[in-house]
């Protein structure tokens, strides 16, 4: 089993509207929760870390579901600047190493 | 602030050539480095990561290598490329709690072997 998954869609939102979606881990012992975005042929940025409580920043909303293994990510109010792919990364084994998933491709349709 | 480098952006190589993949750190020291993979269609792959100078893990065995000859530089190499070799090479690094801040990544280099 991969140690982290996504659906990679793509999530076609129009917009304005909001769009959500999971990513699952398989180590029930994982630790440091993240949600990156990655433009086109650009490297991953950091979007937001997800920490046990949930936590929100702007139009952005990330939480923790650690009984079922997944974090989510919802997107309020999706700007046509939101089109991206959101990769979710997990840390397995508490040593600062990052599993990645594929990926959430989301596009933004006026 | 901290900033981190890589270099070349984009590269093509012959089959059976040579690598070499730089990457530098300013503003920090002692950081945590790694160098990850990203085929097309596929996941960030971790190749390698390192906690200190001559300190190097290998996640997946390979025809790649890895040095870190200085605290802030990383240096990914080949002996003999490989077509399997092509994909997006990011530079990341870390320091302190993972879990406040996450990874930062260099700009990469895209690979292409031919």
């Known amino acids: 089993r991969k140690e982290v998954e996504q659906d990679p869609g793509p999530f076609n939102v129009p917009e304005g509207a909001t769009v959500a979606f999971n990513c699952t881990y398989s180590?029930?012992?994982?630790?440091?929760f993240f949600w990156y975005r990655q433009d086109c042929r650009k490297e991953p940025k950091l979007l937001m870390s997800?920490?046990?409580s949930g936590n929100e920043d702007g139009r952005f909303t990330a939480q923790l579901n650690r009984a079922s293994q997944y974090i989510s990510l919802l997107i309020r109010d999706s700007k046509l600047s939101d089109s991206a792919t959101y990769l979710c990364?997990?840390?397995?084994?508490?040593?600062?190493?990052?599993?990645f998933g594929k990926g959430n491709q989301v596009v933004v349709i006026p | 602030s901290q900033t981190i480098h890589q270099w070349p952006a984009t590269l093509v190589q012959p089959v059976g050539s040579p690598l070499s993949l730089e990457c530098t750190v300013e503003?920090?020291?002692?950081?945590?480095l790694y160098w990850y993979r990203q085929a097309a269609g596929r996941g960030l792959q971790l190749l390698f990561y390192?906690?200190?100078?001559?300190?190097i893990s290998s996640e997946v065995p390979q025809n790649l290598s890895a040095s870190r000859p200085q605290d802030r530089q990383f240096i990914l190499s080949s002996k003999k490329l490989l077509l399997s070799d092509s994909g997006f090479y990011l530079c990341?690094?870390?320091?302190?709690?993972?879990?406040?801040?996450?990874?930062?990544f260099g700009s990469g280099t895209r690979l292409t072997v031919v």
């Open positions: 990341a690094w870390n320091q302190g709690p993972l879990v406040n801040y996450g990874y930062t």
């Open positions: 180590n029930s012992a994982s630790q440091s």
């Open positions: 997800v920490y046990s």
């Open positions: 990364a997990v840390n397995p084994y508490g040593n600062n190493r990052l599993a």
């Open positions: 503003g920090t020291s002692n950081p945590n």
């Open positions: 390192s906690i200190g100078i001559d300190q």
